[in-house]
């Protein structure tokens, strides 16, 4: 897994940052893990301030100065903050912002792998001369290739007297290089000098079978063929215990490879199910949302539709009546050209205005005779009073 061989990078190179001194001891911080930051932990929230202000401490170290991180401040605001920062480095990885709220996964972990690797680096270059270990290495596999082709053994010494020696001059060399200043020197130059003085290194050893170091070197060889014949012996008396022990072993790890086998054959089964049916589910949910949305148009024409149908309904009935109206009119129509009654009561009529023009013909002159003998008698009156008068 890469996330899990970062993780493994950053751990070995916070080791070699002194982070438990510098930054757990300091800010009392709980050492972490080689698996910290590959997943979530039970408590997110440490997490999160721990790897904020480690994020924060690798930004100190690398002379950036900033604040570290209280653990109630606004994680969005922090993290902006410290992005900013992290900017001016410009890092090789790219840095999505929404990932590094969550306090692990790749990205976290390339963040601060990045960081530390940078400080080491620095750390490198302020305090090591370039190419002196391999320069040192070649020379010496060099002095011991012509010591070799030229006399066949090596300069023994005495391992026992010097191992204290030797530990003391790198423990002094050691302090030495921590308080001085390397100089950095040009690889030619040294090339130069490291192929004038191999020639003046060689020592010349004499044969001399009296010499303690010869019957040392004797020594170390039948000691080592004792050991190796030791060993066959040993290895020949417990060959048949091996044997039967692997043979054992062998039967036992095939029978846990077929059931390993078998069981890795059901979980596919198993997974192949779950995968059929997992795409079944979502395509019937699919189905199931194409036809809501069919449903949600339908529902829509079918109320613009009964609107359509109210309105039409409202002017069939005013359509009817008024059909109504004509057809009743014309059966009166009808009726009236056909039917002979009304000129019967025509008829009737007539002959009831000629019974009533006669009796008011009977009353008019009944009328017109009593008016006339009423103007004779008046006539008569004023006559006879004109006769009077006269008389008179």
Known sequence: NFCLHNMQELFDRLE???????????????????????????????????????????????????????????????????????????LDTEIPPLKLRMPFGDTVVNLLNSLAKMKIERDKVLRCPEHTSQLTDHNNEE????????????????????????????????????????????????????????????????????????????????????????????????????????????????????????????????????????????SQVDTFKQNNITLSNVKLEFQANREKLSSISTELGQMTEELDMYKAQMDELGSGMTDAKPLVNIKQAISRLKTEIKQLDLKTGVVEQRLWHSRMQEKGVTHRMEEAMIFT
């Open 16 to 90: 070699v940052l002194n982070y438990k001194l510098n930054f757990c001891k300091k800010y009392k911080f709980k050492p972490i893990h080689k698996f910290y930051f590959i997943g979530p932990a039970s408590n997110q929230n440490e997490q999160f301030h721990t790897y904020v202000s480690l994020w924060t401490w690798l930004l100190n170290i690398l002379g950036v100065e900033c604040d570290y991180p209280d653990q109630f401040d606004d994680p969005n605001e922090t993290i902006s903050n410290l992005l900013e920062l992290t900017k001016e480095f410009r």
């Open 143 to 282: 002095l011991l290739i012509v010591e070799e082709e030229e006399h066949g053994d090596f300069l023994l010494e005495d391992h026992d007297e010097n191992e204290s020696d030797s530990d003391e001059s790198i423990k002094s060399e050691g302090n030495a290089g921590n308080s001085l200043s390397f100089e950095i020197f040009d690889i030619n130059e040294w090339k130069l000098e490291i192929e004038r003085a191999i020639p003046q290194l060689k020592i010349q050893l004499q044969n001399d079978h009296k010499d303690w170091r010869i019957h040392l070197e004797q020594m170390k060889s039948l000691e080592k063929v004792k050991c190796i014949w030791n060993y066959k012996k040993g290895a020949f008396t417990c060959y048949s215990d091996t044997v039967s022990k692997f043979s054992k072993l062998e039967i036992e790890i095939d029978k846990t490879l077929e059931k390993v086998s078998s069981r890795e054959k059901y979980i596919n089964q198993q997974m192949e199910s779950e995968v059929i049916l997992d795409f079944i589910f979502h």
